[in-house]
């Protein structure tokens, strides 16, 4: 069965950063990309980017690059967003997904999904 | 950039009853490469379509698909309570991807 599980709720102040974590399992986790999905409060899904944890071939969507890096660690079949100066506006619920079912192809949908992590930013 | 544009924006059904859901793109979608997924509140989303029209793994056949170029649809059948939830659409046939605004089904 596949699995992603994600890091715990975070509760940060505006300009630290934040790395929040991904771990992939029951799966080849190098062998499929893995992207991150952004929905703020209230409202729809943002598709921010994705990474393939083979090679560390990342893509992001431009609202987001530049803004926040996607890494993974295929040793430990983890992916990760992280955030050098958070703003408050960063405050959202964050999904880790897997691109599939064919593995190795970024022209997929989101097949799994990981429960979420809420980040919450303020002074 | 593909703009979806999701109607209606609410649909309130009774169980047993049909809903269909519109998924229209700004231009034509490569491949037909345009999925829907299902938000229950509290949870995750989860794939219920790809490809316009192929059911994801689990998937029960009251979800349907249909539709190619820039008019899509999701067809529910025989509703039940648990299909309360928010529905999107997403086209990943072209950077970036995007997702439509989402419907929201109640069920009465």
């Known amino acids: 069965e596949v699995q992603l599980v994600q890091s715990g709720v975070e509760v940060k102040k505006p300009g630290e950063s934040l790395k929040i974590s991904c771990k992939g399992s029951?799966?080849?986790?190098?062998?499929?990309?893995i992207g991150w999905v952004r929905q703020m409060p209230g409202k729809g899904l943002e598709w921010m980017g994705i990474?393939?944890?083979?090679?560390?071939?990342?893509r992001y969507s431009p609202s987001f690059e530049g803004h926040v890096t996607i890494s993974a660690d295929k040793s430990i079949t983890t992916a990760y967003l992280q955030w050098s100066s958070l703003e408050a506006s960063d405050s959202a619920m964050y999904y880790c997904?897997?691109?599939?079912?064919?593995?190795?192809?970024?022209?997929?949908?989101?097949?799994?999904w990981g429960q979420g992590t809420l980040v919450t930013v303020s002074s | 950039e593909i703009l979806l544009t999701q109607s209606p924006g609410t649909l309130s059904l009774s169980p047993g009853e049909r809903a269909t859901l519109s998924c229209r793109a700004s231009?034509?979608?490569?491949?037909?490469?345009l999925a829907w997924y299902q938000q229950r509140p509290g949870q995750a989303p989860r794939l219920l379509i790809y490809?316009?029209?192929i059911r994801a793994t689990d998937i029960p056949d009251r979800f349907s698909g249909s539709g190619s170029g820039t008019d899509f649809t999701l067809t529910i059948s025989r509703l039940e309570p648990e299909d309360s939830a928010v529905y999107y659409c997403?086209?990943?046939?072209?950077?970036?991807?995007?997702f439509g605004q989402g419907t929201k089904l109640e069920i009465k």
């Open positions: 029951g799966y080849s986790f190098s062998n499929y990309w």
């Open positions: 997904a897997r691109l599939g079912p064919r593995y190795g192809s970024t022209w997929e949908p989101f097949d799994s």
């Open positions: 490809g316009a029209s």
């Open positions: 990474i393939y944890p083979g090679d560390s071939d990342t």
């Open positions: 231009q034509s979608v490569s491949n037909n490469y």
């Open positions: 997403q086209q990943y046939g072209s950077s970036p991807r995007t």
